[in-house]
């Protein structure tokens, strides 16, 4: 098992970038394949991007397709999440999560690891 980190969230206007982290600890992190999710204000959990843990392939939800970049950096436990052009409607509570040996998957119920998350907040 591996016990997840986030970090780097904050308050930024529409147009804006942020960069989220997420430190690991516990298990070979290699292994396993990372995903964020966010939780707006009364909403579910729902996905945001993946990168799994072997032939490092990406996946993004639309919402999010050409202004967000997952990156990782096995060596140093940490999976990243580069945000560009925010808008409002990024707003939410960021986490992530991790799935050992994980394929293309979109279920939160899938990862585990969860930290306390980040928030992000875009001003229009």
């Known amino acids: 098992q591996v016990q997840l980190a986030e970090s780097g969230g904050g308050l930024v206007q529409a147009g804006g970038s942020l960069r989220l982290s997420c430190a690991a600890s516990?298990?070979?992190?290699?292994?396993?394949?990372m995903a964020w999710f966010r939780q707006a204000p009364g909403k579910e959990r729902e996905f945001v991007s993946l990168?799994?843990?072997?032939?490092?392939?990406?996946y993004y939800a639309d919402s999010v397709k050409g202004r967000f970049t997952i990156s990782r950096d096995d060596a140093k436990k940490m999976v990243y999440l580069q945000m560009n052009s925010l808008k409002p409607e990024d707003t939410a509570i960021y986490y992530c999560?991790?799935?050992?040996?994980?394929?293309?998957?979109?279920?939160?119920?899938?990862?585990?690891?969860w930290g306390q998350g980040t928030q992000v907040t875009v001003s229009s």
């Open positions: 516990g298990d070979t992190f290699s292994d396993y394949s």
């Open positions: 990168i799994t843990w072997n032939v490092r392939n990406i």
């Open positions: 999560g991790a799935r050992r040996y994980g394929g293309r998957t979109y279920t939160e119920a899938m990862f585990s690891g």
